[in-house]
């Protein structure tokens, strides 16, 4: 993928992650175990090597959608 594609990691923090998913109306995180968030963590930790790989780095906390798109368009076009 990384020699066909230009590869976005597309991030966020975990708490902000989690209640992106709950604010869509997913309660299943939250609901499958109390450690939910500890658990995501670690899954994020895991697979940050991989999502490192990508050739743009997007974090998106803080930000809205249109401000992320906006910040996206602007690191591609600077590639």
Known sequence: MLEKTL???VRASPEE???R???QGDLRPMARS???MRELKDILKARE???R???????TS???ADQSFK???DMIERR
Do not use: K, T
């Open 21 to 23: 998913v709950i604010d």
């Open 62 to 64: 803080g930000r809205s």
């Open 17 to 19: 992650h989690m209640q």
């Open 71 to 73: 910040e996206l368009i």
């Open 34 to 36: 109390r450690e939910a």
């Open 49 to 51: 090597p991989f999502y």
């Open 7 to 9: 590869a976005v990691w």
């Open 53 to 59: 790989q990508a050739h743009v780095h997007l974090n």
